[in-house]
């Protein structure tokens, strides 16, 4: 049975730092490229960050570029997310997915994910 649990979230002021984890279980983590994606209300849900399945690589939207950082810890099936900086407009419910295609761009598109866990939910206060 396929498992991604995330946690971490919370309230955090404008300027502060989060970190978000996500714990797979039932499939071969280290084969399996790994995103973040959120959800604001009354929004679409929005690509956040991905990594490869050995961690070389990773993608980042716009807007988190320089503030977040996402990482792998293929030992303990464990995926990452520092959010520094953080602002009012990364309000929003987090997710993590799975995604087994070959790693490439396509890993920003949330159709390619076979797995995704049920989210975190992520406040900033200004």
């Known amino acids: 049975q396929v498992q991604l649990v995330e946690s971490g979230g919370g309230l955090a002021q404008a300027g502060g730092s989060l970190r978000l984890s996500c714990v797979a279980s039932g499939f071969t983590f280290n084969l399996y490229n790994m995103g973040w994606f959120r959800q604001a209300p009354g929004k679409e849900r929005e690509f956040v960050a991905s990594?490869?399945?050995?961690?070389?690589?990773?993608y980042y939207r716009d807007s988190v570029e320089g503030r977040f950082t996402i990482s792998r810890d293929n030992a303990n099936n464990r995926l990452s997310l520092q959010m520094n900086s953080l602002k009012p407009g990364d309000t929003a419910v987090y997710y993590c997915a799975a995604d087994r295609a070959v790693w490439s761009v396509r890993s920003m598109n949330a159709s390619r994910y076979d797995y995704w866990g049920q989210g975190t939910r992520v406040t900033v206060s200004s």
């Open positions: 990594i490869s399945p050995g961690g070389r690589s990773t």
